[in-house]
């Protein structure tokens, strides 16, 4: 059976500064997915640093190894879905952030990630490392 899993910045990030355990987690995975959102945040990082081409030579490495996923007409109707649920339960989380969760309930993807709000997402397959 393949694993995929679709990744948040917060496990790229790790990942890209040489993390071993993330990095164990991305080397065992055979489908790894980037939503186009996070590749925004990882080119705002770059873009932020003094010399941002030796970041943005390890970002143009690490696109040779995951499919970028796209927004779209269903994305944006789960991006509904999970931001009018979470804020009528007082419950909000980062814009950028419903954007991945939405990708990955639209694609039914387990998503890699370390930050603890995207637990408050119904119907959202969070993997930790």
């Given at each position: 059976?393949s694993?995929?899993?679709l990744?948040d910045?917060?496990a790229?990030i790790?990942?890209?500064?040489?993390?071993?355990?993330?990095?164990?987690?991305?080397?065992?995975?055979?489908?790894l997915y980037?939503?186009?959102?996070v590749?925004?945040?990882?080119?705002?990082?770059a873009?932020?640093?003094p010399?941002?081409?030796?970041?943005?030579e390890?970002?143009?490495?690490?696109?040779?190894?995951?499919?970028?996923l796209?927004?779209?007409?269903?994305?944006?109707e789960?991006f509904?879905?999970?931001?009018?649920?979470l804020?009528?339960?007082g419950k909000n989380i980062?814009a950028n952030?419903?954007w991945?969760?939405?990708?990955?309930?639209?694609?039914?993807?387990?998503l890699?990630?370390d930050d603890?709000h995207f637990s408050?997402?119904p119907?959202?397959?969070l993997?930790r490392?």
């Amino acid at each position: 059976m393949s694993k995929e899993l679709l990744l948040d910045t917060s496990a790229v990030i790790p990942h890209l500064r040489r993390d071993d355990t993330v990095t164990s987690v991305l080397t065992t995975t055979d489908y790894l997915y980037l939503p186009i959102v996070v590749l925004g945040e990882l080119y705002h990082g770059a873009y932020r640093l003094p010399f941002p081409r030796k970041q943005m030579e390890k970002i143009q490495t690490f696109l040779r190894a995951v499919t970028v996923l796209g927004i779209n007409t269903f994305t944006a109707e789960h991006f509904g879905q999970i931001s009018a649920h979470l804020s009528t339960e007082g419950k909000n989380i980062p814009a950028n952030d419903v954007w991945v969760a939405a990708i990955a309930r639209e694609y039914r993807l387990p998503l890699l990630a370390d930050d603890e709000h995207f637990s408050r997402v119904p119907d959202l397959n969070l993997v930790r490392w």
